[in-house]
């Protein structure tokens, strides 16, 4: 990926007058966002497979409310869940929040600055001296033109970033989805098998009393029964914890999250994988992260041609003063003088050297990161779509194959033990192994789901453990930018 040259500085001080038109124009054109810039959002995220059309809500009000307790009226599938989260979750409206911040720290940075207004009264004597200045940041305004733009792209970047947010919540949301259904599933399917085996113990104890089983065939049916005793609490224990996962990023609370139901079964699998073609272009072209990374390496950039620009002189302010003199005496004179004064840094001890290292190796830091963004996007758009063909394939396997075969030997096995030809204990222990053949499958299922999220996410949006360190970088880049008119 290419990275802006800042070898030119787009940032001029040979123009006075057009830098100051041209922040004359930029204050009086930088205004709030109606929507701290949610609508450009919804653009970035609307056609995204992951939200299926959902809207991510600024903050919650009571139409969309009644919208979730009419989805907390029905059963709860995957869409339903994204949809809740966009509309009540709190990490959505804390990622429009820090988004609205950039918002207005675009239009301050675009604001003209205010004049300083000093007064001063000294008395000797019968003399009385009144002094008023009025001076003005002459680099504030001449660099206010790349202030603002500056501040243009950290908004785009930030609107990248609180897109990453809208799409890492939909995708977190899928998960926890998948992972609750698929846990009270299975804990379902662990209940029969636990019925099961305490058919077999009581009928093995009943056995063991009459004579005609020995001890130690008894207790490995009490074996089979504790196990799969344990095995059921593990899996009643994973369908609460996943539930409460699902409900923390529902944002639910109180009635809300006690009364809502999940469906029975997951979702069928696909017919057939998608063509997606080159996946590694994909994830270059649309990722979240990889544009967000650009941006604020751009920004970064235009940084460094500033304090190139300013290295020397990067303070100056100009003022017009008007000092009266009174004396009380007896003349009852008075005195007025006017004039003005340009106050700047004398360059004798720092000639910027510090400032423009420093810009350098932050811009260095910007580019390498926006590498560091594509190498990573690239790799798990490789992982992520190998992990996706790897759980389609296993779980086709289980549906078209292992599964029916099972179903097969277990129809088998009944007619067997309804003809005589198998044992009561037989018949049970196929039941229990067609049970947790089940349940394999059902763990299958869910992996490929999972799988699939992650793709979808690793092809649009972000990285799920890159993002953190994304945002903490731009939060550190804006920090460590020079500020115009400081020394």
Same mark, same amino acid.
């Given at each position: 990926?290419?990275?802006?040259?800042?070898?030119?500085?787009?940032?001029?001080f040979t123009r006075p007058a057009a830098a100051l038109a041209a922040a004359a124009v930029l204050a009086g054109c930088a205004s709030l966002s109606p929507d701290g810039g949610g609508a450009d959002v919804q653009a970035l995220v609307g056609a995204n497979p992951l939200l299926a059309g959902a809207t991510a809500q600024r903050a919650p009000d009571a139409a969309s409310q009644q919208r979730v307790d009419a989805l907390l009226a029905?059963? /709860?599938?995957?869409?339903?869940?994204?949809?809740?989260a966009l509309l009540n979750s709190p990490r959505v409206q804390d990622a429009f929040a820090t988004l609205q911040l950039s918002d207005a720290d675009r239009v301050q940075a675009a604001s003209l600055p205010n004049p300083v207004f000093a007064f001063g009264r000294l008395t000797e004597g019968s003399e009385r001296e009144i002094d008023r200045l009025i001076s003005f940041n002459v680099v504030g305004l001449l660099t206010l033109p790349w202030q603002a733009r500056r501040a243009g792209q950290r908004h785009e970047s930030a609107k990248l970033q609180a897109a990453q947010g809208v799409l890492v919540l939909a995708a977190d949301t899928r998960r926890a989805w998948v992972r609750a259904v698929a846990a009270q599933q299975s804990a379902v399917y662990l209940r029969d098998a636990k019925e099961a085996a305490e058919a077999g113990a009581e009928l093995a104890h009943r056995m063991a009393q009459a004579g005609n089983w020995s001890a130690l065939q008894r207790t490995r049916e009490q074996l089979l029964l504790a196990d799969a005793a344990a095995q059921l609490a593990r899996a009643e224990q994973a369908a609460v914890a996943s539930r409460e996962q699902l409900t923390r990023l529902l944002g639910l609370s109180g009635e809300r999250a006690a009364g809502y139901t999940l469906p029975d079964r997951l979702p069928p699998l696909p017919k057939a994988a998608p063509e997606l073609g080159d996946v590694q272009a994909l994830a270059l072209r649309d990722r979240l992260d990889v544009r967000s990374a650009q941006? +604020?390496?751009?920004?970064?950039?235009?940084? /460094?041609? /500033?304090?190139?620009?300013?290295?020397?002189i990067n303070a100056m302010e100009l003022g017009v003063a008007r000092n009266t003199t009174f004396d009380n005496g007896v003349d009852r004179s008075r005195r007025t003088q006017r004039g003005f004064e340009l106050a700047l840094p004398i360059p004798i001890f720092d000639w910027g050297q510090a400032r423009n290292g420093r810009a350098e190796a932050l811009y260095l830091q910007s580019a390498a990161r926006v590498r560091d963004v594509g190498v990573l996007a690239a790799s798990e758009a490789r992982e992520?779509? +190998?992990?996706?063909?790897?759980?389609?394939?296993?779980?086709?396997?289980?549906?078209?194959?292992v599964l029916p075969l099972r179903k097969k030997v277990n129809e088998e096995m009944v007619l067997r033990y309804n003809g005589m030809l198998a044992s009561v204990w037989e018949l049970l222990g196929e039941t229990r192994a067609?049970?947790?053949?089940?349940?394999a499958g059902i763990e299958a299922q869910r992996d490929f789901w999972l799988a699939d999220t992650d793709l979808q996410l690793v092809l649009t949006g972000s990285s799920p453990g890159g993002m953190t360190a994304l945002q903490t970088a731009a939060a550190a880049a804006a920090g460590d930018a020079p500020a115009a008119g400081g020394h």
């Open positions: 990926m290419r990275t802006p040259d800042v070898r030119n500085s787009p940032f001029s029905r059963p /709860l599938d995957a869409e339903a869940a994204v949809r809740i941006a +604020q390496n751009t920004a970064v950039a235009g940084s /460094l041609g /500033l304090t190139h620009a300013t290295s020397v992520a779509w +190998q992990g996706w063909n790897t759980a389609y394939g296993i779980a086709r396997r289980y549906r078209d194959e067609s049970m947790l053949a089940v349940n």
